[in-house]
């Protein structure tokens, strides 16, 4: 099944813990339910980006890694 | 004891309760907003949030927004850090009517070899894109001209400006404190910003800084605001700006132009030997630059605090000084006219009562300074 975003951002090149708090602003921003796709640097940022998405309590739907990225899908909380 | 007037917000206007309130909560933040634990997640969270407050204020992309300890800070950086990244001894045009934390900053660049065209003003205090076209030269390394003036007001005007540097392919800057929120800072340029001036915290601004700028930091650390400003940033104070960011597009500007205006009429009216500073026009809504003949500013300065109105004497920055101030001297007043000229700064709290009992004030305070 493929789920379609409805959002971007892509956090490469941002440190930790920045590109977190990018994400979860722009979650934030989002309507309930909606769904952000995220790119991230490996290493540290595809651990700490994920764990802190949840401990929000956004949904991770996906995550994934294609080379030397990751790419997350995640629902924003209701 | 009567209620005072507060009528000095170019200065720095008071704190909004909203702003007040989410400082607060960032104060309990226990995290370091660069530490990689959740703790520093949630600090970072508040500053990026403020980030992209402020970078929609601007028109900007959150990653152009570098905090700074404030305008004077974001001031130095612009010019200090275009003018150092190497190379051979360059050329900066600035204007004869900026803040001190432009003109001392230009001072100090001089003494390092560098050349600095200090362009003239006409005497509403307008620069003349044209002039500025003309002193380009191939050396040039930034044309730095604020957007609107700290004592008088005038509203530069920017984007030709900004347009003349972007056709020569020379960086501009523009100090935006006093016209941040209230009017677009142009596209592209690199701007100086602070929270104070718009219902926030003192002592924390940002530096808009355009993709591809290129510029040297003036503090070196841990690499925070991506190299340009290291040190850990003041999360409560950057937590305020971003929501006076958000808050101040509730200001109603035409309520406060039609007060001030008011005030000037009634001050014109009513004093003789009374002008009035700058352009008519084209000016800060909450700005009136007034003069009176045969009063020392300093003296009327004192004799409104006694009678509960706080206005200063040009900018809170060199109001210390018994000099005249040099913006007033560059539109061509006299030293002694210069020297008679109070500013007086209208914010969304000022009420009509107030603007009634300033007018007052100052038409019975020159009366008594010029019979004594």
């Known amino acids: 099944m493929t789920i379609e975003s409805d959002d971007r951002l892509d956090l490469r090149g941002v440190r930790c813990p920045a590109n977190a708090a990018r994400a979860l602003v722009r979650l934030e921003s989002l309507e309930a339910g909606q769904v952000l796709e995220l790119t991230l640097d490996d ?9 802190s998405l949840r401990l929000e309590g956004h949904e991770v739907l996906l995550h994934e890694r294609h080379e030397d990225r990751w790419i997350l899908l995640v629902r924003a909380r209701g | 004891m009567a209620t005072t007037v507060y009528l000095d917000h170019a200065s720095t206007t008071p704190v909004d309760a909203a702003v007040i309130e989410e400082m607060r909560a960032a104060l309990a933040l226990v995290g370091n907003p660069s530490s990689t634990h959740v703790d520093g997640v949630w600090a970072a969270r508040a500053l990026e949030l403020a980030r992209a407050r402020v970078a929609a204020l601007l028109a900007a992309d959150p990653d152009e927004v570098v905090f700074t300890s404030g305008g004077t800070e974001a001031n130095n950086l612009a010019l200090i850090g275009a003018c150092s990244r190497g190379g051979a001894p360059s050329h900066l045009i600035t204007s004869a009517v900026e803040h001190p934390s432009v003109l001392t900053a230009c001072d100090w660049l001089e003494s390092l070899g560098m050349r600095v065209t200090r362009l003239p003003v006409d005497r509403e205090g307008f620069v003349d894109p044209d002039a500025v076209r003309r002193a380009l030269g191939p050396d040039t390394r930034l044309v730095s001209i604020g957007q609107a003036n700290h004592e008088v007001g005038t509203i530069q005007p920017v984007d030709e400006i900004a347009r003349v540097c972007r056709e020569a392919g020379v960086p501009f800057h523009t100090d935006a404190c006093q016209s941040f929120g209230r009017f677009p800072v142009p596209a592209g340029a690199l701007a100086t910003v602070n929270a104070h001036k718009i219902y926030g915290p003192k002592g924390v601004g940002a530096l808009r800084v355009p993709p591809g700028a290129r510029l040297a930091p003036l503090l070196f650390g841990g690499g925070q605001e991506r190299g340009l400003r290291a040190g850990t940033p003041n999360l409560p104070g950057i937590v305020g700006f971003g929501r006076a960011a958000e808050r101040i597009a509730e200001e109603d500007v035409n309520r406060i ?3 001030r205006d008011l005030l000037v009429a009634r001050v014109l009216g009513g004093v003789s030997g009374s002008w009035l500073n700058g352009s008519r026009e084209r000016r800060l809504p909450g700005n009136a630059s007034l003069g009176f003949e045969g009063v020392s ?9 006694r009678a509960g109105i706080r206005v200063s004497r040009g900018s809170a920055c060199s109001s210390g000084s018994t000099a005249p101030s ?5 539109l061509g007043l006299p030293a002694e006219r210069a020297l008679g000229v109070i500013r007086v700064s209208l914010g969304h709290g000022t009420t009509q009562e ?9 038409e019975t305070a020159v009366r008594k300074l010029r019979q004594a």
Request: glycine share 6%; net charge negative; proline share 9%.
């Open chain 2, 354 to 362: 107030e603007i009634d009992r300033a007018a007052g004030a100052i």
């Open chain 2, 257 to 259: 132009r039609r007060l």
């Open chain 2, 326 to 330: 040099p913006v007033l001297i560059a």
């Open chain 2, 297 to 305: 500013a300093w003296d009327l300065v004192r004799e409104l605090d």
């Open chain 1, 43 to 51: 290493g540290e940022p595809a651990v700490l980006v994920p764990e």
